[in-house]
């Protein structure tokens, strides 16, 4: 199975997730606990070690709409944001009891690679494929696609945060 993050595979992230291992606070996240709120700056980043995070930004009907997941081994912070010290554009929101060991997010920035530019282009190539999708392929084409790809995310991730990822309808 693919990796959902994949644009991880082209970062070497060793010293920063080595950092986190040995430096971080380990904290608890229940269900729907918010790691960021949307609107606020940003004060940590953390690594999750179980359970998965959902990135989400409010619509303008004022519901969450899901734009990304973080699973296990996988970074947490709004890193745009947090590089410029503004507020953030999207909450972070724990989508099950998870864990992860969090720092400061200016000792986090302190770790971060010389080469960050070179990084934040294969982040934002996925993005904006991930981005185009929407506009080439139907929920349906979508949705399948997920399936093939990551067929263990329905395992973990609530359906209704998989449809609001996919921009379909959810019924409760």
């Known amino acids: 199975m693919a990796r959902f993050n994949s644009f991880l595979d082209n970062l070497n992230l060793t010293e920063i997730t080595d950092f986190l291992r040995d430096k971080g606070c380990a904290c608890h996240y229940k269900k729907d606990d918010i790691f960021v709120q949307q609107g606020t700056v940003t004060r940590y980043a953390a690594l999750v070690v179980s359970g998965y995070f959902k990135l989400a930004t409010t619509n303008t009907a004022g519901d969450e709409a899901v734009v990304n997941f973080a699973f296990p081994g996988e970074l947490i912070t709004d890193f745009h944001c947090s590089l410029y010290g503004e507020p953030s554009e999207m909450s972070i929101i724990a989508g099950t009891d998870s ?13 971060l690679s010389p080469n960050l530019w070179i990084e934040y282009r294969s982040l934002f190539k996925t993005v904006l494929l991930r981005h185009l999708n929407i506009y080439r392929k139907t929920p349906e084409q979508r949705y399948i696609e997920l399936c093939d790809l990551y067929p263990d995310i329905f395992k973990t991730v609530a359906l209704k945060d998989i449809a609001s990822y996919l921009l379909t309808c959810w019924l409760n």
């Open 99 to 111: 864990e992860i060991l969090k720092v400061p997010l200016q000792d986090f920035i302190s770790v």
